[in-house]
């Protein structure tokens, strides 16, 4: 794919994230016009409601069968369409809300419902397209375009009612398009369904869930946060878009680091808690002056930090070809709309609404709390074997051959060369599986088949086995 065609599909992805009406900021419309009132309820709340419920039935899916048709380009057409007409009916009875009389919040909330299923559809595109790109490519990549996608918020919230209007309907449709062309004019990639589809799906989600459970629990606190926090900043910028900004500036630069060890431990054991204790210190200074701006912003900088790292690992798990895209995502938005509910029906209670941001810096408390105890740094330099050996060495140089040569004699597959290698490094399964998204289990089961196929029953025996032929010049066999 060429840069010109990634440019255009970036640009695509902004206008769509910009107006996604799964995600409150995106929705900031001027409460001033007419049917503003009555309008936006019923199709925030239908939205929400519909992609919970079309998440979790794909996601529920894709467990028991192997192909989930969410992703063939037919569904991607008719979720387009049902998306756009249903924002064009919102737009238009926001303007002109006399139109329907009576009907207008029965229409806005069916509007709401068919704009919930188009917008899944194009979000589970979205994630197809993104999986195509290593970690550190996509980390990159979403810290740019999500705080491009917050600029544009901001400036749309700056626009005149009408103009307002106007843009929203076009960034929808400069949304869908992005998608829509990558199915047309890009081979596409087949969809992997994933091992977990031949398990049980109480096995499946267990193994699911022991890779992506704490940036899934973050993620659920940042729905949370975006449905009930709505501050002002210097009286005109929401706190949530300048939030999104800073924290992918703040994130960003851990596409660069350069770790022996898998790189998301470390942002999760490392990286994290130094975000929280700055946001502690932040809040410790005075709530007037210098430190209003940076404690109004604090909360949605942690939370949104934590959310662009689970958008992230959900991603990056495509690597592995474990886990499904309709698998991963159905759960991760479902759950990401529920909570989002959640949190805009107890926003609306005087009392409950008040004291959120002292519940939500308590559950940030927690979540650090967490953070650190679970595994704790300690555990994450000792469970890893060394590092690699030096690629320049003669052992070196004999080692990859001798691997292959083994996997081609004894009829390993791809993945079980792959995980072989690291075995043969001296890396523990809990780095391979780190390092390659896997779950520990489906590691493991990897590695026994590795060994009745080399008619090893150890990892000394299998040291023995790869180190018997390094120093043959021809390598004949082991």
């Not at 375009?145 to 103009?163: E, P």
């Not at 992005?178 to 890009?186: F, V």
């Not at 559950?363 to 690629?391: F, H, I, K, N, Q």
């Not at 390993?412 to 072989?420: A, D, N």
């Amino acid at each position: 794919m060429g840069k010109r065609c990634q440019i255009a599909l970036s640009l695509s992805f902004v206008a769509y994230f910009a107006t996604c009406p799964l995600y409150s900021p995106s929705m900031t419309f001027d409460v001033s016009l007419p049917g503003f009132e009555t309008v936006m309820p019923g199709f925030a709340h239908g939205s929400l409601a519909m992609a919970a419920v079309s998440g979790l039935a794909i996601a529920l899916l894709a467990l028991t069968r192997p192909d989930v048709p969410i992703l063939r380009p037919s569904v991607l057409v008719v979720g387009v369409c049902i998306h756009v007409a249903s924002v064009g009916g919102l737009l238009i009875a926001m303007a002109h809300p006399g139109i329907l009389e009576a009907g207008v919040e029965a229409f806005s909330a069916v509007a709401g419902l068919c704009s919930g299923f188009g917008t899944l559809v194009l979000a589970l595109h979205w994630a197809s397209y993104f999986s195509s790109y290593d970690l550190r490519n996509i980390l990159l990549r979403l810290c740019l375009l999500l705080s491009a996608s917050a600029i544009v918020n901001t400036v749309f919230a700056q626009l005149s009612a009408d103009a307002q209007l106007a843009f929203y309907f076009l960034s929808t449709l400069a949304g869908t398009l992005g998608p829509l062309w990558r199915q047309l004019h890009c081979r596409m990639p087949d969809e992997h369904p994933g091992v977990t589809s031949d398990l049980k799906p109480a096995t499946a989600l267990r193994r699911l869930f022991s890779v992506v459970g704490v940036p899934f629990v973050g993620f659920l606190l940042f729905a949370l946060t975006m449905a009930v926090r709505k501050v002002l900043v210097l009286d005109f910028i929401f706190a949530e878009g300048l939030g999104t900004v800073a924290e992918g500036l703040i994130v960003a630069p851990l596409c660069f680091t350069r770790l022996e060890k898998p790189l998301m431990p470390f942002v999760y054991q490392v990286f994290l808690p130094v975000v929280a204790a700055t946001l502690i210190l932040v809040n410790s200074l005075p709530g007037e002056g210098v430190g209003a701006v940076p404690q109004a912003l604090g909360l949605y900088v942690f939370f949104g930090i934590i959310g662009i790292l689970a958008l992230v690992l959900f991603t990056a798990t495509a690597g592995a070809r474990e886990f499904s895209v309709p698998l991963r995502f159905g759960f991760a938005l479902s759950a990401f709309c529920v909570v989002s509910l959640i949190g805009l029906a107890f926003r609306d209670i005087p009392l409950i609404g008040e004291g959120f941001d002292l519940l939500l810096l308590s559950l940030s408390t927690l979540y650090l709390v967490y953070l650190m105890l679970s595994p704790g740094l300690r555990a994450w330099r000792s469970m890893y074997a060394p590092a690699e050996g030096d690629a320049a060495s003669p052992a070196w140089a004999n080692f990859v051959p001798r691997l292959e040569q083994l996997a081609a004699l004894h009829g390993l597959s791809q993945r079980e060369s792959e995980i072989m290698a690291y075995i043969g490094r001296g890396y523990s399964p809990a780095f391979i599986a780190k390092k390659l998204f896997l779950s520990d289990s489906t590691v493991r089961s990897h590695v026994k088949n590795i060994y009745r196929k080399l008619e090893v029953s150890s990892r000394e025996e299998l040291f023995w086995l790869i180190d018997s032929g390094m120093g043959e010049e021809g390598l004949q066999t082991g």
